[in-house]
Protein backbone atom coordinates (compact mmCIF):
# COMPACT_ATOMS: atom_id res chain seq x y z
CA UNK A 1 0.00 0.00 0.00
CA UNK A 2 1.13 3.32 -0.73
CA UNK A 3 1.54 5.23 2.33
CA UNK A 4 1.91 8.99 0.50
CA UNK A 5 3.73 11.91 1.55
CA UNK A 6 4.99 11.68 4.96
CA UNK A 7 4.07 14.40 7.68
CA UNK A 8 6.80 17.00 8.10
CA UNK A 9 5.84 17.46 11.60
CA UNK A 10 8.55 17.03 14.47
CA UNK A 11 9.43 14.20 16.17
CA UNK A 12 8.04 13.44 19.42
CA UNK A 13 11.44 13.29 20.71
CA UNK A 14 12.10 17.20 19.56
CA UNK A 15 11.64 20.57 22.06
CA UNK A 16 8.25 21.75 20.53
CA UNK A 17 6.68 18.65 18.85
CA UNK A 18 2.81 18.67 18.44
CA UNK A 19 -0.19 18.38 16.33
CA UNK A 20 0.34 22.00 15.19
CA UNK A 21 3.42 21.00 13.04
CA UNK A 22 1.18 20.16 10.80
CA UNK A 23 -0.21 23.48 10.19
CA UNK A 24 0.73 25.92 7.42
CA UNK A 25 1.42 29.65 7.84
CA UNK A 26 1.48 31.09 4.98
CA UNK A 27 -0.83 31.03 1.80
CA UNK A 28 -2.78 28.17 0.86
CA UNK A 29 -1.33 26.81 -2.56
CA UNK A 30 -4.28 24.79 -3.38
CA UNK A 31 -7.28 26.29 -1.76
CA UNK A 32 -10.20 27.56 -4.32
CA UNK A 33 -12.86 29.90 -3.75
CA UNK A 34 -16.26 29.72 -4.13
CA UNK A 35 -18.45 32.79 -3.82
CA UNK A 36 -22.10 32.94 -3.33
CA UNK A 37 -23.75 36.56 -4.32
CA UNK A 38 -27.29 35.91 -3.00
CA UNK A 39 -25.62 34.97 0.75
CA UNK A 40 -26.70 33.30 3.78
CA UNK A 41 -29.32 34.10 6.26
CA UNK A 42 -27.55 33.52 9.71
CA UNK A 43 -29.34 31.65 12.45
CA UNK A 44 -29.36 33.79 15.48
CA UNK A 45 -29.87 36.66 12.64
CA UNK A 46 -28.29 38.58 10.30
CA UNK A 47 -27.22 38.42 6.98
CA UNK A 48 -23.59 37.89 5.37
CA UNK A 49 -23.77 38.94 1.29
CA UNK A 50 -22.33 37.79 -0.36
CA UNK A 51 -20.47 35.11 1.48
CA UNK A 52 -17.35 33.24 0.45
CA UNK A 53 -16.23 29.78 1.11
CA UNK A 54 -12.73 28.65 1.09
CA UNK A 55 -11.77 25.25 0.35
CA UNK A 56 -9.08 22.03 -1.61
CA UNK A 57 -10.28 19.11 -2.87
CA UNK A 58 -8.78 15.88 -3.51
CA UNK A 59 -8.77 13.49 -6.37
CA UNK A 60 -11.80 13.32 -8.80
CA UNK A 61 -16.15 13.37 -9.20
CA UNK A 62 -17.38 10.43 -10.50
CA UNK A 63 -19.57 10.72 -13.31
CA UNK A 64 -22.85 9.81 -10.51
CA UNK A 65 -21.25 12.23 -8.04
CA UNK A 66 -20.85 9.61 -5.75
CA UNK A 67 -18.05 9.15 -4.12
CA UNK A 68 -17.40 12.51 -2.59
CA UNK A 69 -16.25 12.77 1.28
CA UNK A 70 -16.31 15.65 3.01
CA UNK A 71 -13.76 16.66 5.51
CA UNK A 72 -14.62 18.90 8.42
CA UNK A 73 -11.80 20.42 10.38
CA UNK A 74 -11.77 21.93 14.55
CA UNK A 75 -11.42 24.78 15.87
CA UNK A 76 -7.38 25.34 14.29
CA UNK A 77 -8.01 23.06 11.31
CA UNK A 78 -8.20 24.86 7.79
CA UNK A 79 -8.69 23.47 4.14
CA UNK A 80 -5.33 21.74 4.20
CA UNK A 81 -6.05 18.60 5.48
CA UNK A 82 -3.91 16.63 3.24
CA UNK A 83 -1.11 17.44 0.79
CA UNK A 84 -1.54 17.34 -2.97
CA UNK A 85 1.74 15.77 -3.88
CA UNK A 86 5.40 14.18 -2.37
CA UNK A 87 6.64 18.61 -2.14
CA UNK A 88 3.43 20.08 -0.57
CA UNK A 89 3.15 20.85 3.05
CA UNK A 90 1.75 18.15 4.58
CA UNK A 91 -2.17 18.41 6.04
CA UNK A 92 -3.42 18.58 9.83
CA UNK A 93 -4.79 14.71 8.96
CA UNK A 94 -2.31 14.03 6.71
CA UNK A 95 -2.34 10.23 8.24
CA UNK A 96 -5.83 9.46 7.11
CA UNK A 97 -6.50 11.30 3.67
CA UNK A 98 -4.56 10.46 0.22
CA UNK A 99 -3.59 7.85 -2.09
CA UNK A 100 -3.32 4.38 -0.77
CA UNK A 101 -4.89 5.82 3.26
CA UNK A 102 -7.78 5.08 4.66
CA UNK A 103 -9.54 8.19 2.87
CA UNK A 104 -7.98 6.94 -0.70
CA UNK A 105 -7.83 10.41 -2.63
CA UNK A 106 -7.83 7.34 -5.45
CA UNK A 107 -11.31 6.67 -4.67
CA UNK A 108 -12.50 9.67 -3.48
CA UNK A 109 -13.54 13.08 -4.21
CA UNK A 110 -12.71 14.62 -0.48
CA UNK A 111 -13.52 18.11 0.24
CA UNK A 112 -12.45 20.04 3.11
CA UNK A 113 -13.55 23.78 3.56
CA UNK A 114 -12.79 26.41 5.85
CA UNK A 115 -15.53 27.28 8.48
CA UNK A 116 -17.58 30.18 8.10
CA UNK A 117 -15.52 33.05 10.65
CA UNK A 118 -12.47 31.33 9.92
CA UNK A 119 -8.98 33.36 8.62
CA UNK A 120 -7.71 31.04 5.84
CA UNK A 121 -10.33 32.11 3.40
CA UNK A 122 -13.96 31.44 4.07
CA UNK A 123 -15.47 34.92 5.35
CA UNK A 124 -14.65 36.13 8.65
CA UNK A 125 -14.03 39.03 11.00
CA UNK A 126 -11.02 40.13 8.83
CA UNK A 127 -12.98 40.56 5.94
CA UNK A 128 -14.50 43.78 4.78
CA UNK A 129 -18.15 44.96 5.05
CA UNK A 130 -19.72 45.57 1.87
CA UNK A 131 -21.51 48.36 2.53
CA UNK A 132 -18.85 50.15 4.93
CA UNK A 133 -15.66 48.95 3.68
CA UNK A 134 -13.93 48.52 6.88
CA UNK A 135 -13.21 44.88 8.58
CA UNK A 136 -16.06 43.21 10.21
CA UNK A 137 -14.08 43.07 13.44
CA UNK A 138 -15.59 42.47 16.76
CA UNK A 139 -19.27 43.01 14.53
CA UNK A 140 -19.22 39.84 12.26
CA UNK A 141 -22.38 38.46 12.96
CA UNK A 142 -22.71 35.86 16.31
CA UNK A 143 -22.42 32.87 14.23
CA UNK A 144 -23.57 28.84 14.91
CA UNK A 145 -22.05 25.63 13.70
CA UNK A 146 -25.21 25.19 11.83
CA UNK A 147 -24.21 28.28 9.57
CA UNK A 148 -21.13 27.09 9.15
CA UNK A 149 -22.71 23.85 7.76
CA UNK A 150 -25.73 25.86 5.88
CA UNK A 151 -22.57 27.20 3.78
CA UNK A 152 -20.82 24.34 3.26
CA UNK A 153 -24.54 23.07 1.90
CA UNK A 154 -24.12 25.57 -0.42
CA UNK A 155 -20.26 24.54 -1.36
CA UNK A 156 -21.99 20.99 -2.01
CA UNK A 157 -24.65 22.42 -4.49
CA UNK A 158 -22.04 24.43 -6.26
CA UNK A 159 -20.11 21.32 -6.85
CA UNK A 160 -22.64 18.93 -8.13
CA UNK A 161 -23.03 16.98 -4.81
CA UNK A 162 -26.29 15.91 -3.93
CA UNK A 163 -25.42 13.41 -1.08
CA UNK A 164 -21.85 12.93 0.56
CA UNK A 165 -20.51 9.24 0.46
CA UNK A 166 -19.21 10.39 3.82
CA UNK A 167 -19.03 13.04 6.18
CA UNK A 168 -15.71 12.92 8.70
CA UNK A 169 -15.27 15.52 11.30
CA UNK A 170 -13.30 15.35 14.26
CA UNK A 171 -13.80 17.99 17.49
CA UNK A 172 -15.49 20.62 16.25
CA UNK A 173 -15.72 19.07 12.80
CA UNK A 174 -17.75 16.70 14.79
CA UNK A 175 -20.19 18.92 15.80
CA UNK A 176 -20.38 20.10 12.27
CA UNK A 177 -20.90 15.95 10.59
CA UNK A 178 -23.59 16.15 13.22
CA UNK A 179 -25.24 19.31 12.34
CA UNK A 180 -25.51 18.33 9.06
CA UNK A 181 -27.39 14.89 10.02
CA UNK A 182 -29.74 17.48 11.67
CA UNK A 183 -30.74 19.97 8.65
CA UNK A 184 -30.41 16.96 5.84
CA UNK A 185 -31.05 13.42 7.17
CA UNK A 186 -30.76 12.17 3.83
CA UNK A 187 -27.08 13.61 2.91
CA UNK A 188 -24.29 11.22 3.10
CA UNK A 189 -23.63 7.45 3.33
CA UNK A 190 -21.83 7.39 6.63
CA UNK A 191 -21.56 9.95 9.20
CA UNK A 192 -17.73 9.64 11.31
CA UNK A 193 -17.87 11.57 14.34
CA UNK A 194 -14.20 11.49 16.26
CA UNK A 195 -13.25 12.97 19.46
CA UNK A 196 -16.44 15.03 19.59
CA UNK A 197 -19.77 15.54 21.87
CA UNK A 198 -23.68 16.62 21.45
CA UNK A 199 -22.44 19.61 23.99
CA UNK A 200 -19.33 21.12 25.35
CA UNK A 201 -18.75 20.39 28.85
CA UNK A 202 -19.06 22.91 31.37
CA UNK A 203 -15.69 22.60 32.04
CA UNK A 204 -14.76 22.94 28.41
CA UNK A 205 -17.26 26.11 28.18
CA UNK A 206 -14.97 27.59 31.01
CA UNK A 207 -11.48 27.23 28.92
CA UNK A 208 -13.25 29.51 26.15
CA UNK A 209 -14.48 31.74 28.27
CA UNK A 210 -11.36 32.21 30.02
CA UNK A 211 -9.43 32.60 26.54
CA UNK A 212 -11.92 34.82 24.69
CA UNK A 213 -11.48 37.14 28.09
CA UNK A 214 -7.48 37.31 27.55
CA UNK A 215 -8.17 38.58 23.91
CA UNK A 216 -10.21 40.95 24.28
CA UNK A 217 -8.70 42.41 27.62
CA UNK A 218 -5.45 42.40 26.12
CA UNK A 219 -4.47 46.24 25.48
CA UNK A 220 -4.10 45.89 21.50
CA UNK A 221 -7.68 44.73 21.01
CA UNK A 222 -9.32 48.06 20.21
CA UNK A 223 -12.47 46.78 20.71
CA UNK A 224 -11.94 44.26 17.73
CA UNK A 225 -11.16 46.85 15.53
CA UNK A 226 -7.33 45.94 15.69
CA UNK A 227 -6.74 45.66 12.00
CA UNK A 228 -4.82 49.17 10.72
CA UNK A 229 -2.99 49.31 13.78
CA UNK A 230 0.59 48.33 13.57
CA UNK A 231 -0.05 45.97 16.94
CA UNK A 232 -2.76 43.46 17.26
CA UNK A 233 -3.76 41.39 20.28
CA UNK A 234 -1.43 38.70 20.19
CA UNK A 235 -0.30 38.30 23.81
CA UNK A 236 -4.30 37.85 24.58
CA UNK A 237 -4.56 35.19 21.50
CA UNK A 238 -1.13 33.38 22.58
CA UNK A 239 -2.85 33.08 26.24
CA UNK A 240 -5.80 31.39 24.78
CA UNK A 241 -3.98 29.07 22.47
CA UNK A 242 -1.77 28.22 25.20
CA UNK A 243 -5.04 27.25 27.68
CA UNK A 244 -6.60 25.32 24.54
CA UNK A 245 -3.55 23.83 24.34
CA UNK A 246 -3.04 22.33 27.64
CA UNK A 247 -6.73 21.26 27.10
CA UNK A 248 -5.72 19.04 23.85
CA UNK A 249 -3.28 17.00 26.17
CA UNK A 250 -3.92 14.63 29.20
CA UNK A 251 -2.16 14.82 32.37
CA UNK A 252 0.28 11.64 31.10
CA UNK A 253 0.89 13.25 28.18
CA UNK A 254 2.57 16.42 29.51
CA UNK A 255 4.34 13.97 32.40
CA UNK A 256 5.43 12.03 29.61
CA UNK A 257 6.77 15.40 27.62
CA UNK A 258 7.62 17.72 30.37
CA UNK A 259 8.51 15.34 34.03
CA UNK A 260 12.22 14.18 33.37
CA UNK A 261 13.45 18.22 32.45
CA UNK A 262 10.52 20.16 34.24
CA UNK A 263 12.78 22.67 35.86
CA UNK A 264 15.11 23.04 32.56
CA UNK A 265 13.28 25.77 30.23
CA UNK A 266 13.88 25.64 26.70
CA UNK A 267 15.24 28.96 25.89
CA UNK A 268 13.23 30.75 23.36
CA UNK A 269 12.82 34.42 22.81
CA UNK A 270 9.15 35.60 24.83
CA UNK A 271 7.67 37.57 27.25
CA UNK A 272 6.11 34.50 28.71
CA UNK A 273 7.59 33.05 31.82
CA UNK A 274 9.36 30.26 30.77
CA UNK A 275 10.91 28.62 34.29
CA UNK A 276 9.73 25.46 33.47
CA UNK A 277 9.98 22.70 30.22
CA UNK A 278 6.11 23.06 29.91
CA UNK A 279 6.26 27.11 29.86
CA UNK A 280 8.59 27.00 27.67
CA UNK A 281 6.90 24.86 25.05
CA UNK A 282 3.37 26.87 25.88
CA UNK A 283 5.19 30.06 24.75
CA UNK A 284 6.28 28.86 21.75
CA UNK A 285 2.98 26.67 20.79
CA UNK A 286 0.87 30.08 21.28
CA UNK A 287 3.39 32.71 19.86
CA UNK A 288 3.41 30.42 16.74
CA UNK A 289 -0.57 30.36 16.48
CA UNK A 290 -0.40 33.92 16.62
CA UNK A 291 1.40 34.02 13.23
CA UNK A 292 -1.39 32.25 11.21
CA UNK A 293 -4.83 33.03 13.48
CA UNK A 294 -6.89 35.97 13.85
CA UNK A 295 -7.93 36.45 17.06
CA UNK A 296 -11.56 37.73 16.45
CA UNK A 297 -11.28 33.95 14.27
CA UNK A 298 -10.94 32.95 17.60
CA UNK A 299 -13.45 34.47 19.11
CA UNK A 300 -15.68 33.81 16.51
CA UNK A 301 -15.18 30.13 16.04
CA UNK A 302 -15.45 29.63 20.13
CA UNK A 303 -18.36 31.07 20.73
CA UNK A 304 -20.25 29.05 17.79
CA UNK A 305 -18.97 25.59 19.42
CA UNK A 306 -19.64 26.88 23.23
CA UNK A 307 -23.30 27.55 21.72
CA UNK A 308 -23.56 24.16 20.15
CA UNK A 309 -26.11 21.85 22.12
CA UNK A 310 -27.88 18.94 20.65
CA UNK A 311 -28.48 18.31 24.71
CA UNK A 312 -27.55 16.07 27.39
CA UNK A 313 -31.02 13.52 27.28
CA UNK A 314 -31.24 10.86 25.29
CA UNK A 315 -34.63 12.10 24.06
CA UNK A 316 -33.07 15.39 22.86
CA UNK A 317 -30.60 13.53 20.33
CA UNK A 318 -33.37 10.75 19.81
CA UNK A 319 -35.28 14.03 18.40
CA UNK A 320 -32.10 14.98 16.70
CA UNK A 321 -30.88 11.87 15.03
CA UNK A 322 -34.64 10.78 14.29
CA UNK A 323 -34.86 10.78 10.84
CA UNK A 324 -31.01 9.89 9.71
CA UNK A 325 -30.90 7.97 6.99
CA UNK A 326 -26.90 6.71 7.21
CA UNK A 327 -24.57 4.81 8.64
CA UNK A 328 -22.82 5.92 12.19
CA UNK A 329 -18.83 5.47 12.88
CA UNK A 330 -17.65 7.26 16.43
CA UNK A 331 -14.29 7.20 17.69
CA UNK A 332 -13.41 8.47 21.70
CA UNK A 333 -10.02 8.15 23.65
CA UNK A 334 -9.60 7.02 26.92
CA UNK A 335 -7.55 9.98 27.76
CA UNK A 336 -9.72 12.65 26.64
CA UNK A 337 -11.52 14.85 29.03
CA UNK A 338 -12.08 18.19 26.62
CA UNK A 339 -14.67 15.61 25.02
CA UNK A 340 -14.64 12.22 27.36
CA UNK A 341 -15.39 9.33 26.11
CA UNK A 342 -19.06 9.25 28.15
CA UNK A 343 -19.94 12.18 25.86
CA UNK A 344 -19.77 9.71 22.49
CA UNK A 345 -21.27 7.00 24.38
CA UNK A 346 -24.56 9.30 24.47
CA UNK A 347 -24.72 9.74 21.03
CA UNK A 348 -24.27 6.17 20.51
CA UNK A 349 -27.12 4.94 23.18
CA UNK A 350 -29.50 7.70 21.02
CA UNK A 351 -28.52 5.63 17.67
CA UNK A 352 -28.91 2.67 19.31
CA UNK A 353 -32.22 3.50 20.68
CA UNK A 354 -33.24 4.31 17.36
CA UNK A 355 -32.29 1.44 15.61
CA UNK A 356 -29.94 3.30 13.68
CA UNK A 357 -26.76 1.66 12.32
CA UNK A 358 -24.09 2.60 14.03
CA UNK A 359 -20.06 1.71 15.69
CA UNK A 360 -18.18 2.63 18.07
CA UNK A 361 -14.91 2.48 19.19
CA UNK A 362 -13.11 4.34 22.75
CA UNK A 363 -9.43 3.81 21.87
CA UNK A 364 -6.96 3.83 24.85
CA UNK A 365 -4.50 6.09 24.47
CA UNK A 366 -2.39 8.25 26.49
CA UNK A 367 -2.63 11.44 24.36
CA UNK A 368 -5.56 12.89 25.25
CA UNK A 369 -8.11 15.19 22.83
CA UNK A 370 -5.21 15.44 20.47
CA UNK A 371 -5.13 11.62 19.59
CA UNK A 372 -7.31 11.97 17.17
CA UNK A 373 -4.54 14.22 15.13
CA UNK A 374 -1.63 11.92 16.42
CA UNK A 375 -0.63 8.94 13.37
CA UNK A 376 -0.60 6.48 16.32
CA UNK A 377 -3.76 6.81 17.39
CA UNK A 378 -4.86 7.63 13.58
CA UNK A 379 -3.91 4.08 12.70
CA UNK A 380 -6.35 2.15 15.04
CA UNK A 381 -9.21 3.61 14.22
CA UNK A 382 -7.99 4.26 10.00
CA UNK A 383 -9.09 1.29 9.34
CA UNK A 384 -12.56 1.43 10.60
CA UNK A 385 -13.67 4.12 8.37
CA UNK A 386 -11.54 2.29 5.74
CA UNK A 387 -14.31 -0.73 6.65
CA UNK A 388 -17.72 1.36 6.57
CA UNK A 389 -16.01 3.02 3.54
CA UNK A 390 -15.99 -1.03 1.88
CA UNK A 391 -12.43 -0.61 1.16
CA UNK A 392 -11.43 -3.18 3.62
CA UNK A 393 -11.14 -6.74 2.91
CA UNK A 394 -11.06 -8.55 6.58
CA UNK A 395 -9.05 -12.15 6.69
CA UNK A 396 -11.14 -15.14 6.10
CA UNK A 397 -12.21 -16.95 8.88
CA UNK A 398 -13.45 -20.23 9.94
CA UNK A 399 -15.87 -20.70 12.50
CA UNK A 400 -15.62 -23.14 15.82
CA UNK A 401 -18.08 -26.04 16.24
CA UNK A 402 -19.52 -24.03 19.01
CA UNK A 403 -20.20 -21.16 16.73
CA UNK A 404 -21.70 -23.31 14.25
CA UNK A 405 -24.10 -24.69 15.86
CA UNK A 406 -25.10 -21.51 17.43
CA UNK A 407 -25.12 -19.83 13.56
CA UNK A 408 -27.74 -23.23 12.98
CA UNK A 409 -29.87 -22.12 15.63
CA UNK A 410 -30.58 -18.75 14.64
CA UNK A 411 -33.33 -18.38 12.18
CA UNK A 412 -32.90 -16.70 8.60
CA UNK A 413 -33.15 -13.14 8.55
CA UNK A 414 -33.71 -12.79 12.46
CA UNK A 415 -32.21 -9.86 13.39
CA UNK A 416 -28.94 -10.34 16.56
CA UNK A 417 -27.71 -8.78 18.49
CA UNK A 418 -24.00 -10.59 19.53
CA UNK A 419 -22.87 -9.43 23.07
CA UNK A 420 -19.13 -10.38 23.58
CA UNK A 421 -18.89 -10.80 19.69
CA UNK A 422 -14.88 -11.00 20.07
CA UNK A 423 -13.19 -10.46 16.68
CA UNK A 424 -16.91 -10.66 15.05
CA UNK A 425 -16.78 -14.10 13.15
CA UNK A 426 -20.04 -15.31 14.15
CA UNK A 427 -21.28 -11.99 13.26
CA UNK A 428 -19.98 -11.43 9.71
CA UNK A 429 -20.92 -15.43 8.67
CA UNK A 430 -24.86 -14.08 9.43
CA UNK A 431 -23.68 -10.91 7.72
CA UNK A 432 -22.29 -13.40 4.89
CA UNK A 433 -25.76 -15.15 5.18
CA UNK A 434 -28.24 -12.46 4.55
CA UNK A 435 -28.84 -11.00 7.79
CA UNK A 436 -29.80 -7.39 7.12
CA UNK A 437 -29.58 -6.12 11.03
CA UNK A 438 -27.01 -7.73 12.84
CA UNK A 439 -24.94 -5.93 15.97
CA UNK A 440 -21.70 -6.34 18.24
CA UNK A 441 -21.13 -5.54 21.80
CA UNK A 442 -17.13 -5.69 22.82
CA UNK A 443 -15.15 -4.19 25.02
CA UNK A 444 -11.65 -5.47 24.55
CA UNK A 445 -9.65 -3.32 22.03
CA UNK A 446 -8.19 -5.59 19.69
CA UNK A 447 -11.07 -7.54 19.16
CA UNK A 448 -13.26 -4.57 18.76
CA UNK A 449 -10.88 -2.98 15.92
CA UNK A 450 -10.78 -6.25 14.63
CA UNK A 451 -14.59 -6.92 13.94
CA UNK A 452 -14.77 -3.22 13.34
CA UNK A 453 -12.59 -4.06 10.51
CA UNK A 454 -14.92 -6.46 9.10
CA UNK A 455 -17.34 -3.40 8.36
CA UNK A 456 -19.63 -4.90 11.25
CA UNK A 457 -21.94 -2.74 13.68
CA UNK A 458 -20.09 -2.81 17.13
CA UNK A 459 -20.01 -1.10 19.64
CA UNK A 460 -18.15 -0.51 22.89
CA UNK A 461 -19.80 -0.96 25.82
CA UNK A 462 -19.56 -2.56 29.41
CA UNK A 463 -21.82 -5.26 29.90
CA UNK A 464 -21.83 -4.77 33.69
CA UNK A 465 -24.06 -2.00 32.93
CA UNK A 466 -26.73 -4.19 31.37
CA UNK A 467 -28.32 -3.17 28.50
CA UNK A 468 -29.67 -0.03 28.78
CA UNK A 469 -29.20 1.49 25.40
CA UNK A 470 -31.67 -1.03 24.22
CA UNK A 471 -35.19 -1.68 24.01
CA UNK A 472 -37.46 -4.20 24.60
CA UNK A 473 -37.89 -6.98 22.03
CA UNK A 474 -35.55 -4.55 19.98
CA UNK A 475 -33.87 -8.45 18.44
CA UNK A 476 -35.17 -11.28 17.39
CA UNK A 477 -32.23 -13.38 18.71
CA UNK A 478 -29.63 -12.06 21.48
CA UNK A 479 -26.71 -14.14 21.33
CA UNK A 480 -23.84 -14.43 24.50
CA UNK A 481 -20.79 -16.90 23.31
CA UNK A 482 -18.47 -18.24 25.36
CA UNK A 483 -18.84 -14.75 27.96
CA UNK A 484 -21.47 -15.59 30.69
CA UNK A 485 -18.21 -17.07 33.30
CA UNK A 486 -16.46 -13.50 32.69
CA UNK A 487 -19.64 -10.90 33.94
CA UNK A 488 -19.44 -10.25 37.15
CA UNK A 489 -22.99 -9.26 37.71
CA UNK A 490 -24.74 -12.04 35.37
CA UNK A 491 -28.08 -12.04 37.14
CA UNK A 492 -28.76 -8.51 35.74
CA UNK A 493 -27.59 -9.24 32.33
CA UNK A 494 -29.93 -12.66 31.83
CA UNK A 495 -32.77 -10.08 33.06
CA UNK A 496 -31.32 -7.73 30.33
CA UNK A 497 -30.83 -9.88 27.31
CA UNK A 498 -34.15 -11.37 27.98
CA UNK A 499 -35.81 -7.93 27.80
CA UNK A 500 -33.69 -7.42 24.37
CA UNK A 501 -33.87 -10.03 22.72
CA UNK A 502 -37.42 -12.53 21.91
CA UNK A 503 -34.79 -15.67 22.16
CA UNK A 504 -31.62 -15.71 23.69
CA UNK A 505 -29.11 -18.00 22.64
CA UNK A 506 -26.43 -18.47 25.21
CA UNK A 507 -22.99 -20.80 25.01
CA UNK A 508 -20.50 -21.20 28.12
CA UNK A 509 -18.09 -23.92 29.88
CA UNK A 510 -19.18 -26.01 31.63
CA UNK A 511 -17.05 -26.01 34.68
CA UNK A 512 -18.33 -29.70 35.59
CA UNK A 513 -16.61 -31.49 32.93
CA UNK A 514 -14.76 -34.69 34.40
CA UNK A 515 -11.61 -33.39 33.64
CA UNK A 516 -12.20 -30.17 36.17
CA UNK A 517 -13.73 -32.23 38.71
CA UNK A 518 -10.81 -34.85 39.03
CA UNK A 519 -8.05 -31.58 38.80
CA UNK A 520 -9.60 -30.69 41.95
CA UNK A 521 -10.80 -33.64 43.59
CA UNK A 522 -7.97 -36.21 43.24
CA UNK A 523 -4.89 -33.29 42.37
CA UNK A 524 -6.09 -30.60 45.28
CA UNK A 525 -5.76 -27.99 42.79
CA UNK A 526 -7.97 -25.24 41.14
CA UNK A 527 -9.35 -26.90 38.09
CA UNK A 528 -7.22 -26.82 35.16
CA UNK A 529 -7.60 -28.54 31.88
CA UNK A 530 -5.84 -28.57 28.47
CA UNK A 531 -7.57 -25.85 25.73
CA UNK A 532 -10.69 -23.62 27.45
CA UNK A 533 -9.67 -24.24 30.80
CA UNK A 534 -6.22 -24.32 30.49
CA UNK A 535 -5.68 -20.48 32.69
CA UNK A 536 -3.82 -20.76 36.30
CA UNK A 537 -5.75 -19.23 39.22
CA UNK A 538 -4.12 -16.30 39.16
CA UNK A 539 -4.98 -15.46 35.21
CA UNK A 540 -7.93 -16.56 34.10
CA UNK A 541 -10.61 -13.84 32.98
CA UNK A 542 -13.37 -16.33 34.24
CA UNK A 543 -15.29 -14.75 37.33
CA UNK A 544 -17.37 -17.34 37.96
CA UNK A 545 -17.51 -21.09 37.45
CA UNK A 546 -21.09 -22.08 36.05
CA UNK A 547 -21.85 -25.54 35.58
CA UNK A 548 -24.61 -26.95 33.21
CA UNK A 549 -26.78 -27.61 36.87
CA UNK A 550 -26.12 -24.07 37.44
CA UNK A 551 -26.90 -22.26 34.47
CA UNK A 552 -30.37 -24.74 34.73
CA UNK A 553 -31.54 -23.97 38.40
CA UNK A 554 -30.78 -20.11 37.25
CA UNK A 555 -33.57 -20.47 34.21
CA UNK A 556 -35.62 -21.85 36.43
CA UNK A 557 -35.56 -19.54 39.09
CA UNK A 558 -36.02 -16.90 36.51
CA UNK A 559 -38.90 -18.47 35.14
CA UNK A 560 -37.33 -19.31 31.73
CA UNK A 561 -37.98 -21.56 29.34
CA UNK A 562 -34.41 -23.69 27.86
CA UNK A 563 -36.20 -24.81 24.42
CA UNK A 564 -33.04 -26.64 23.39
CA UNK A 565 -30.19 -27.19 25.00
CA UNK A 566 -26.79 -28.92 23.35
CA UNK A 567 -24.07 -30.17 24.67
CA UNK A 568 -20.44 -30.82 23.12
CA UNK A 569 -17.08 -32.23 24.21
CA UNK A 570 -14.67 -30.00 22.27
CA UNK A 571 -11.61 -32.36 23.30
CA UNK A 572 -13.68 -35.31 21.45
CA UNK A 573 -15.20 -32.90 18.63
CA UNK A 574 -18.88 -34.42 19.45
CA UNK A 575 -21.83 -33.74 20.68
CA UNK A 576 -22.77 -35.35 24.06
CA UNK A 577 -26.54 -36.89 24.65
CA UNK A 578 -28.76 -35.37 27.26
CA UNK A 579 -29.04 -38.57 28.66
CA UNK A 580 -25.25 -39.55 28.65
CA UNK A 581 -24.80 -36.75 31.87
CA UNK A 582 -23.73 -33.56 30.19
CA UNK A 583 -22.81 -32.10 33.18
CA UNK A 584 -19.95 -34.58 33.89
CA UNK A 585 -18.74 -35.22 30.12
CA UNK A 586 -19.55 -31.98 28.38
CA UNK A 587 -17.40 -29.17 28.49
CA UNK A 588 -19.59 -26.61 26.48
CA UNK A 589 -23.23 -26.07 26.44
CA UNK A 590 -25.58 -23.95 23.87
CA UNK A 591 -29.16 -23.40 25.27
CA UNK A 592 -32.01 -21.54 23.55
CA UNK A 593 -33.42 -19.43 26.18
CA UNK A 594 -37.24 -17.99 26.26
CA UNK A 595 -39.61 -16.23 28.27
CA UNK A 596 -42.23 -17.74 29.59
Known sequence: MNSGPQPSSASPDEPFASTDANRVAGPLAYAQYAVFEQGLELSRGGQLQPVQCAYETWGKLNPQASNAVLICHALSGDSHAASHHSNDDPGWWEDLIGPGKAIDTDRYFVVCPNVLGGCRGSTGPEDKHPETGKHFGADFPNITIDDMVALQQLLAEHLGIKRWRAIIGGSLGGHQAMTWIHRQPDCTDLCVIVASSPRLTSQALGFDIIGRNAIQTDPHFRDGQYYDYPERPDTGLAIARMLGHVTYLSNEAMESKFGHDRHDPREIATDFEQRFSVGSYLAHQGQKFTSRFDANSYIAITMAMDLFDLGSERKLLCETFAEADCEFLLVSFSSDWLFPPHQS???????????????????????????????????????LIQAKLGDLTAADFQLSQVEKIIVDEIPEVASVLDLGCGDGRLLAELKRRGHQRVVGVE???????????????????????????????????????????????????????????????????????????????????????????????????????PSIADVEDLCQQKGLTIEKAIYFDNALNTQIAADNDPNLNADTAVMVLSRL
Not at 349 to 372: C, Q
Request: no cysteine; aromatic share 10%.
Open 345 to 383: REIVNALTTLDKPVSYAEITSPRGHDSFLIAEDVAQYAP
Open 443 to 545: VQQENLLSAGRRGLDVIDYDLNEGLPAFGVDQFDIVVMNETLQVVPNIERLVDEMMRVGKQVIVSFPNFAYRSLREAYAKGGRSPKAPGRFSYEWYNTPNRRF
